[in-house]
């Protein structure tokens, strides 16, 4: 199970940190991603990292604004957004991949998800 927080209300150029915390299982040998969807929209991704942390992918859009990373020892994974946007504006979701040892953009890969934290980026 996955679970994310740090959701909320900001103003644009503001920041948060979501935090997404695995339980039930380890998630340790597992790429992680982090997804948004907004109303109307398809999901998409937004940010991917590697079982160890040492690869990560972004999309064009939050690259330089946000940084992924992970703290396997408590099983979390972590998104820092900064210069937040009002495009920002979604419901976040974390996922892990459905294989091991690999990373990945695209949400068919992605078998566990959490059910999501409301971002609002408005003055």
């Known amino acids: 199970q996955l679970v994310e927080s740090g959701g909320g209300l900001v103003q644009p150029g503001g920041s948060l940190r979501l935090s997404c915390a695995a339980s039930g299982r380890t998630f340790s040998s597992y790429g992680l991603g982090w997804f948004r969807q907004a109303p109307g929209k398809e999901r998409e991704f937004v940010a991917a990292?590697?079982?160890?942390?040492?690869?990560?992918y972004y999309a064009d859009s939050v690259k330089g604004r946000f940084t992924i990373s992970r703290d396997n020892a408590k099983n979390t994974v972590y998104l820092q957004m900064n210069n937040l946007k009002p495009e920002d504006t979604a419901v976040y979701y974390c996922a892990a991949k459905n294989t091991p040892w690999d990373i990945s953009r695209s949400k068919d890969d992605f078998g566990s998800w959490g059910q999501g934290t409301q971002v609002t980026v408005s003055s």
């Open positions: 990292i590697s079982w160890s942390g040492g690869i990560t």
